[in-house]
């Protein structure tokens, strides 16, 4: 083995699953990224997590047996401590897979297993936008809204594996959007892609002709949160008032994140990051209305540093706390 | 010293402080409570404090020589490792009041420093509602809504002091209620005891006619939450919606907490639990119908056992917590 331990992290998603190696200090030595195929069943899916961790280790230029420790992420719903996926809306139709005990018959190391958004966290925390902090709160922007909360270097799973499911904190009782999970009133109803979305259209069947992203639905195409963003940036008022309200729900989500935890630096993430740096500095205004001065004042608020390839990075961290434990009971 | 140490915890309130000395294992060997007199002064405030906790160590029958460490809780705006009240709304005129560093002089044991709401919280997880959980979210109802957050026998003040303001997480954007702190929206303008109050009032101006409660007015006399939730059990309509009405407010606190911290256990404490057995299910009724399935099953939600001695024993827990420092880095 290295002098510096080298570890392994699997991120599994819906689509695709993204496997790479990091060196002790969270760089990335060498990744891939192979198909998921869920729809070919849950053995199949364990064999192509086993060969997507092979496959990274090799895109890294090393063997197998240079590998101290393994994490794998994956979606929920699961049972953390038992590493178990057990019935997960995104990885249909798998069910009760033993998803650690399975990769660590395959590979003989410690071997971590952790929710996707926890990880993400976990990776921003130790090699990211969280680096050198000692508490952080993370937000995934995408089709939903997901959360991963670290407190002085452990991932705040909860005691039913159900910690930081940030987008299902509800925000709203009047009149409540109706959420993806079928709840009424989340976060994630008003802040996810999403939910920019479905406000948009809203917004143009209200008003068709006062935005510019009607043409889209006239030339037959669907509405993006990406071109509502753009739209935005370019001036348009419906777009820019959509963006506005969604700065303004992340900063609920935020504020409500700094009255709880209090933490030191709250990230967001996914695709709606790429709005940039003055759809961020929005966020902030919110947040500096809305909450106590002191935190409003101190909490860092920032884009991931790490992008997509935090999952990974977060999963191998896993693998590393995993190999640390280890490490100290052999010792 | 005995062969088991014993702590003292002082618990200060705007209007009166409570100080006890408890064993090892949390159990209250005597307490006694003084008058605050914040508007004395902190010099006066402080001696109090120095006073409290020796009346407390007589009223338990021992000698200060027998106590093994002190902890102090107190309400806010404070910063919680420094041992420094700021600028506490509840105990005015006082202003950046050295509490730890004045005990610790005094005394010369290991002293701690808390929020209140936060030593209350770890009171009863160490020897109360929470005994023997993992982790615990307290929600304390009064005239505000505070919270405390214990994972892992960690107490989550936060970075900046503000960790589990509970009663300050935004669940309205539509037809927020303007809260105490003068924010719009908070869990606090909907279930505190001065919500009850305020919500009743409002109902009664808007059908005076419809309740039992139109008698107290007449009368000249004002409306407490304790006669709501009494006319509420007495079959008035008007009252039992308001009743129904909070504990859906604080459904919607603890399954905000369930998934954010996914406890062990949520408490809930102050004069509302007085309601008895029957509002705790309309609760967890709420809760039943609006979380997550697993954490709806699984999480327990309960009263107080130690009700107001909580502080008190949740600063000794405190206390202890500093004690078994000190002890390892000098062992």
Redo the contacts between chains.
Sequence with gaps: MALSPLFVGLDVGGTSMKGGVVDDQGRPLGSVSMPTEAYKGQQHGLARMAETIRAAVRAAGLAMDQIAAIGVATPG?MDIPAGIILDPPNLKPWRNVPVRQYIYDTFQVPTAFQNDANAAAYGEYWAGAGRGA??MVLFTLGTGVG?G?V??D?V???????????G????????PRQCG?G?MGCLEAYASATSVVKRTLEALAANPTSSTLSQVLDRGEDITARAVFMAASQGDRLAGQIVEDTAYYLA?GA??????????VIVFTGGMIGAGEAFLERIRFHVKQ?A?P??AA??QIRYSQLGTDAGFIGAAACGRQAYRKQTVKDG
């Design positions: 719903t000692h508490s959360g909360i407190i002085g452990t705040i799973e909860g005691e039913h594996s159900h910690g930081a499911e940030l299902h904190v509800k925000i709203e009782m009047t009149q999970c709840r609920i504020m409500n994140m700094m009255h709880t935890i209090d933490p030191s809305m106590f002191v935190p101190r909490t």
